[in-house]
């Protein structure tokens, strides 16, 4: 199958640093990336839609000055999270899709704010 | 709108048991609809999808789910737990096709006593 990586798998950062997560496609274009959040032992929310080559399309309640997100190329989709506090501690996961298949998901990233 | 109900946060079986892990959807269009697991500080993997063809769905690792249009339902089962089986499962919806956004369940917790 498709290859999604994630990279970070895991950091801490201190609170007020911005910390920037990648999301690549290994074997396949994807013109569009997802963004998912995930809270302990609490399902996926959906953050943000990443359109290669254009703004990303976040969901309501995102802040998208606090969650920036870059889809510069085909195969890369960065998440950087700004001046992050304690609360923005959770695992962050990223979707690619190849085309008419199903969704691919990264490993997850572990953001600690301390 | 979609949405996904998976009742309960915890399944409990013995090794060699049944699986059934219960999953109601709520879509205005023909769903495509999805089962995946998450081991502990890891991404998804998909078990098997349903997307408009056969109503009983056959995954990885003996999994299957039926899909049930007059229930709105599409519940996971297996007929025989293995300890490996123990993880985290989410049941996800997506109106618009298999490479497009996903609305998740909270998830079930399945443990597998020896």
């Known amino acids: 199958g498709a290859v999604v990586s994630q990279h970070p798998s895991r950091v801490i950062c201190k609170s007020g640093t911005s910390v920037k997560i990648e999301c690549r496609s290994l074997?396949?274009?994807?013109?569009?990336m997802f963004w998912y959040r995930q809270f302990p032992k609490k399902s996926l929310m959906l953050m943000a839609t990443?359109?290669?080559?254009?703004?990303?399309?976040?969901e309501q309640g995102v802040e998208k000055d606090k969650f920036l997100i870059n889809h510069a190329s085909l195969t890369l989709s960065t998440l950087t999270v700004t001046s992050a506090h304690p609360e923005d501690s959770s695992f962050y996961i990223c979707?690619?899709?190849?085309?008419?298949?199903?969704?691919?998901f990264g490993q997850g990233t572990r953001l600690t704010v301390v | 709108a979609q949405s996904v109900t998976q009742l309960g946060s915890h399944v409990s079986v013995s090794e060699g048991a049944l699986v059934l892990l219960r999953c109601n959807y709520s879509?205005?269009?023909?769903?495509?609809l999805f089962w995946y697991v998450q081991y502990p500080n890891q991404g998804l993997q998909l078990l098997l999808k349903y997307t408009s063809a056969a109503t009983l769905v056959k995954g990885i690792n003996d999994f299957e789910a039926e899909f049930k249009k007059s229930e709105t339902s599409f519940h996971l089962t297996k007929p025989s737990a293995h300890m490996s089986d123990a993880a985290e499962y989410f049941c996800?919806?997506?109106?618009?096709?298999?490479?497009?956004?996903?609305?998740f369940g909270k998830g079930i917790t399945l443990s597998v006593r020896p």
């Open positions: 990443s359109n290669e080559g254009s703004k990303a399309t976040y």
């Open positions: 879509s205005s269009v023909p769903p495509y």
């Open positions: 979707s690619a899709t190849p085309r008419n298949t199903e969704a691919f």
């Open positions: 996800a919806v997506s109106s618009t096709g298999a490479n497009s956004k996903l609305t």
């Open positions: 074997d396949f274009q994807a013109t569009t």
